[in-house]
């Protein structure tokens, strides 16, 4: 027979076996073609980057993807490889030479890629066709998906020549493993007798004590201005971190846990039920071969799951503070009077119905202060030095913002917001309510705290009755707010101090409506004071959206590799060990027992990455947000939803690749003549 | 004496296969006997066996093991009567690697949620009755042939089962582990009174047994009592298989 029949017989009898890798390979080579088909389609990649940001990005992700596909396909292949040494052994000792062998595994990956690649030309073209429709529809681009070919030959042409470097990286991998395997370790490579593994006290003390340490120091950065964090520097402090994180997992891997679990096994009273006495040594003796992939799983989950957050984090996070830096659908700064009556008519002409739409003129009044100046709150001197603002010319004059309270109120119930303006305390005429830009570091508040108020010659002294993260005009056009009493206000107008009026423009008309946008903005010149919450949140949508799509079709793309590397593992492991459950069965174990037993024993090596992952990103995204954020928001809770999110996004992929992995491993045993009573 | 087996007109068809691989086979086993059963090979000693211990079902037949009968068991009642009542031994050992020799010669008793404390005594007392004292903490991979049948075999037995079950125990062995082996599996029928059926087609091993049955296509062809010493019974035995080889060859002259 020659290499070829063989071959084709050999994939005829195995069919299920192949079928496995078939589809995993179609499955990557699926996913690399649809982007590949993404990033040539010029008509969407034009339309949704305005500066070569995008293809940038999509140079660096296909770099990372084409990783992805040598290490997914060697990965796959070694294991198939592993599984067929007996096989391949026999050939051999039936005097096959070696590189017939290799012809033969030669000839079976180019029949599987062949096929795979056919799969994976169709149904990425099918993703290729969800993602422009979802893209578009997403963007809002002004794009017609028919005009875009289904099957894209350039991209098709590109994967194949990209999956024929693949199948000559696997035949050399092949044969030197082949090669470098003599005639007896063909034939019974499975079960080698290994070496007795050493339990250290040392590395096991170091592993926990370092990940214990990184996770403490990065919780230090809670104490705020005093933390270790910002006494020492951001990147010396987050190197530290890192490094103990990542020399701690894998010390904690490799070393602690199986130290901890022999302890368990030297303590009999705990050790001597059904499933322990199987599980933990069965876990210890798996760890001594599997820790390498643990560790590498357990710091990419950890990578990929920071990486999303923090992600998800800087992408909702300028989302959710539109609400404060740009309370009012539409607000400007009036410079001449006729911009009102022209605004308006502005309005009435982009708005279906006007009558919806709620104009209020505002005057903010500069006051200057006459306290020290460490008394005075930050916000009062905020963007007066700072040398962004000088460069842009946004330079503003130290002061407090004085609005009184009743246009205030009046703001925040056209903002909708009727809660918060119920919640605008009565004011007596020595009060004021302070707006805050962000919470001050430390946790103080100004509350309590006298201002005298530079009125014409008097001095006024008022009082901060509370502060307020509720602003109801933007930070473009007053910081350092203080909501005054309407006595006081009309004291204050009337002392003849600098005054800007503003224009805030609410109302269901005029929400989401860019063309009214753009024909103010014309009217305006491009005031840097014109603030269209609507515009701004498309704007950022915009140039954030196709970032997180790329990053986030990484990360998806890592979980599913992650996963299939923790199903491959785990249905080795068991079924190499399929005797073992056999001889478990026969002395008495149920296959319900049987079934749990090899639940838990896959729960473990999915559960180590996941939670490494987990703790990882939790205390990442802790730094990340308190360090290299702004703090508009304050400290709520709520703004960890995106982490949330992601983890809970991992942990449902996670959770489904168990539950298949162990269904496949259950199968593996049960099905088998030796413990199937049918 | 009231038997601790009983086998009446077991019948075994595998789906394809050309004939029956047990055909009506019907015989009993007392209490405290060790009975060898012996045949060539495809006569259908393991299939025997594995009817006998709950692994397979019987196409027809009855089989009454300390008066339960099996047919009745489902597969959980199946563990459970394994558990509690039946031990193995099998040709290729099957050890578990990752266990220590004390921990594979546990597992049995942990099934039983027996207390730690007591597990270890009887380890202990077991494994130097059996000469493998010194190989407790060691791992299956770091023992000889003999020892790991030795080890096999007492974790078979510490659960005191009604019956052990062993298919060609001796299979894999050298002569002198052999003998080693057949020693401990009758001393411990003496001593502690375990009843044991061993599968073998040896005649040296079968005569450790105290009654042997001969098998051929999927019936008992001959039965053997033993009443002198061992020796005497080695001899009646390698007699009666030759007569019966010869039986089986004479027939085929005439073809
Ligand atoms: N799982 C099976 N499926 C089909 N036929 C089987 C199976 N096991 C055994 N047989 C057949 O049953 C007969 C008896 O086999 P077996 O009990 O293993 O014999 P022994 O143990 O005496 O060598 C043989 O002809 C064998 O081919
Ligand atoms: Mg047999």
Known sequence: MNT????????????????????SAAFVITVFFAFLSFSMDDIIVEKISSDGRVESMCRTVSIFLMAFVIFYMTYSNRFFLRRRTEELGIYALLGYRRTSILALLCCENVFLCTGALLLGLFFGSCLHRGIVLAV?????????????????????????????VVILLLSASNASVLLRTSLIGLVR??????????????????????????YLLALDILRGEDSIWITSGFYLTGMITLSLVVCGTVLFISAFLPFLLNRERKDEDRFYTPSRIILIPGFIYRIRSGARTLIMLSLLSAAALTVSSVMALSLYYPVAALSRITPSEIEFRVTEEDEISEARSLVMQYTSDPGETSFLETDIYTVSSGSPGEYLPAEYSLGTTDAASKSSGNLRDPGFKCISVSSHRALLKAQGREKAAEQVPALKDNECILIKYEPNRDGSSEAGRTYSLQVGSEEIAVTVKETSMENSVSFANSVGTLIVSDDLFREIDNSALPCRRILSVNGNGVRDNEQLYSALN??????????????RQRELLSV?????????FLVVLFFIASGSILYFNNLTAVSDNKNDYRILWKMGYSRKRIRRIIRRQVLVFFAIPFLFGLLDCIFASLVYKNALMQNLLGNSLLLYLPVLLAVLMTGVIYLIYWLITVHACCRAVFTDSGTGRT | MKPVLEARQLSKRYPGGPGPALDSVTFSVDRGEFVGIMGASGSGKTTLLNVLSTIDRPTSGKILISGTDLGTLNDSDGAGFRKDRLGFIFQEYFLLDSLTIRENISVPLALKKIPARKISAAVQRLAERFGIAGQLDKYPAELSGGQRQRASAARAIIKRPDILFADEPTGALDSAS???????????????????????????AASFADRILIFRDGHIVSELFRTGDRQDFYRDIASETARLDGLRTQPRQHV
Not at chain 1, 143 to 161: L, M
């Open chain 1, 4 to 23: 070829l029949t063989i071959s084709l017989k050999n994939i005829r009898k195995n069919l299920s076996f192949y079928a496995l890798y078939l589809f």
């Open chain 1, 136 to 164: 578009t529809a997403l963007l809002d681009l002004n794009v017609d998906p028919s005009g875009i070919p289904f099957f894209c030959p350039r991209a098709a042409a590109y994967t194949a020549g990209f999956l024929l």
């Open chain 1, 189 to 214: 490579c499975r079960k080698k007798a290994e070496k007795k593994m050493k339990f250290h006290r040392l590395p096991a003390v170091a592993g926990l004590a370092m990940t214990g340490a990184g």
């Open chain 1, 522 to 535: 014309h009217f305006l010149e491009g005031s840097p004071y014109l603030q269209g919450h609507s515009h």
């Open chain 1, 544 to 552: 954030n959206s196709s970032t997180f799509l790329l990053i986030g």
């Open chain 2, 178 to 204: 052999s003998t080693g082996l057949l020693n401990v599996l009758s001393e411990a029928n003496r001593e502690l009174q375990t009843t044991i059926l061993m599968v073998t087609h040896d005649a040296y």
